[in-house]
């Protein structure tokens, strides 16, 4: 209280800090996904190309998919890929067939139909997920009402490189995200998606706030021998800039995150059931049951069922249909990690902390993949001699199951960024800082500021380190705090009106290679 306030006799009470200001920690696991929604319409009001946060699948159903028909009717689908059975000479080196009366088809999908971020965030939250922002790009497109060529690459149309780096683009104002993920730049040509990914480097090194989460193109369907050159081709596309501030996950996964429910005849051959006729009433081996059922959605002869109802029927009369809704099921559920690596990062970060390698850990609803890598094929994915683009490998363990194998950024030749949580930590460590010093903006750049930054700061790092975020045996060994003249400023940086303070801190870093060194020793004989 100034004495110049005070204009009558009597007793005043004029109270002071005790504390100093402290570091609110910001949040270090917020992925931000961009894509393609069922829709983005909320009480009137459109949610498309907006950033909106989000706290739970229920959230995310809300804003951005269709709402459910009142009973009877059946549920309403969300995504509604398409598939066709294709007849094949001899038996496919893709896993994805099925075999109808000594005959081999392939599961061939509508590649307009194909879409990623759905089920993607399904699989954050199963993961364990929390706050997300989800950027709808658009609705899905037509489709194409015809398979893919068999063995080619996988190209949905109806993904716009120009939607989604529109989309990327209205995050730069965001602060909060710490996780850009893309799961349908797979869907992108080569070029495209390496056009999206070097974008998402380069707005991550720019705002210094998030990681960009990377699926390779070809980890859904890998030659057991040419995947190498999909490897390659991911790397000579990540380009050079902001290569610390990406991180890639091979291959996908096969999951269990689509339900037996959301697949039917309606994802055969367009809904034409005709073409499904012969396939489950072939002439040499009759299934009047199945016949009844199939005539009666082309022509109901009473009340028509719903798409379920004959879908259940269709399954106990069938046993050929339950083999194809089966293995269209388990072709559908082959889906990109990069969702499932931001629902375990999440989890992780909210049980220990960045400082912590998202790594060694299983995925909940991982239940294959389509390829079982060995040491040394994960070798070459791990370390990378002349670009340094470490891609980490998702592997299944006898005895254990699938894991995610590998911790590293694309920036494996780094000293200083080689591992995800050591950039992770330092990410959160800096902008939690920022947020923090934003308080002594335009307060006097004198001692007693620097002071008080210097307590702040050394409180917040010191619990950090306490929680295990930093090394050393005491807080002296694992940061330092300088601010003042003579040490981290200059007479005349103070008349510029610039306060330096330098941080230096000693990050944990992932044990990758644990090494034993045994050695014999000669047994002594005692007398």
Avoid at 456 to 461: A, H, I, K, Q, V
Avoid at 491 to 505: E, N, P, R, W
Wanted: hydrophobic content about 40%; aromatic content about 10%; glycine content about 8%.
């Amino acid at each position: 209280m100034s004495p110049s306030n005070i204009k009558s006799p009597g007793v005043y009470i004029n109270e002071l800090d005790a504390f100093s200001n402290s570091v609110v920690p910001v949040a270090s696991a917020v992925p931000a996904f961009i894509g393609y929604t069922p829709q983005a319409m909320y009480q009137g009001k459109s949610y498309a190309h907006v950033a909106q946060k989000i706290s739970s699948f229920s959230e995310f159903k809300a804003f951005f998919c269709y709402p459910d028909a009142p009973a009877p009717a059946s549920e309403v689908k969300q995504y509604n890929p398409g598939y066709y059975l294709l007849q094949q000479q001899s038996q496919p080196t893709d896993p994805g067939y099925v075999v109808i009366n000594s005959n081999y088809y392939s599961v061939l999908p509508d590649p307009n139909t194909i879409y990623y971020l759905y089920n993607s965030v399904k699989m954050f939250y199963e993961n364990g997920g929390g706050y997300a922002y989800i950027v709808s790009v658009g609705t899905y497109g037509a489709p194409l009402n015809s398979p893919m060529a068999l063995g080619t690459q996988l190209i949905n149309p109806n993904v716009k490189l120009k939607d989604l780096t529109d989309g990327l683009a209205l995050l730069v104002n965001e602060q909060e995200p710490t996780m850009y993920i893309c799961p349908e730049a797979t869907l992108l040509s080569v070029a495209d998606n390496g056009a999206l990914m070097r974008a998402m480097l380069l707005q991550c090194k720019e705002t210094q706030t998030a990681m960009s989460v990377f699926d390779v193109i070809g980890g859904r369907n890998p030659d057991p021998i040419l995947y190498t050159e999909d490897i390659q081709t991911f790397r000579d596309n990540t380009g050079q800039v902001g290569l610390d501030y990406g991180a890639a996950y091979y291959p996908f996964i096969g999951t269990t995150t689509m339900r037996t429910s959301d697949i039917d005849y309606t994802n055969l051959f367009g809904g034409d059931t005709k073409q499904l006729a012969p396939l489950l009433n072939p002439a040499d081996h009759p299934n009047p049951a199945a016949a009844q059922i199939l005539a009666n959605i082309e022509n109901p002869s009473g009340t028509r069922l719903t798409v379920a109802q004959y879908h259940n029927a269709l399954i106990n009369a069938s046993e050929t249909y339950r083999n194809i809704i089966n293995q269209v099921l388990a072709v559908a559920n082959i889906l990109p990690p990069s969702g499932a690596m931001a629902g375990i990062i999440t989890n992780i970060d909210n049980h220990y902390g960045p400082w912590q390698a998202p790594a060694n850990v299983s995925i909940v609803g991982a239940t294959s993949l389509p390829i079982n890598l060995s040491e040394n094929q994960h070798a070459n994915l791990n370390i990378d001699t002349v670009s340094g683009k470490s891609i980490n490998a998702i592997r299944s363990f006898k005895g254990i199951g699938i894991l995610v194998w590998g911790a590293r950024t694309l920036d494996s030749n780094s000293q200083d960024w080689r591992y995800i949580p050591t950039r992770r930590t330092m990410t959160f460590l800096e902008q939690s800082c920022k947020l923090a010093c934003r308080t002594y903006v335009f307060q006097p750049n004198d001692n007693t500021t620097w002071d008080a930054v210097k307590s702040m700061l050394s409180s917040f790092l010191t619990n950090i380190w306490k929680e295990g975020g930093l090394m050393g045996a005491t807080p002296a060994d694992a940061f330092s705090v300088d601010c003042g003249l003579g040490t981290t400023m200059t007479g005349d940086d103070i008349l510029k009106g610039i306060m330096t303070v330098a941080i230096s801190v000693a990050p944990t870093r992932p044990a990758q290679f644990i090494e034993f060194t045994i050695q014999q020793q000669m047994q002594v004989q005692r007398l």
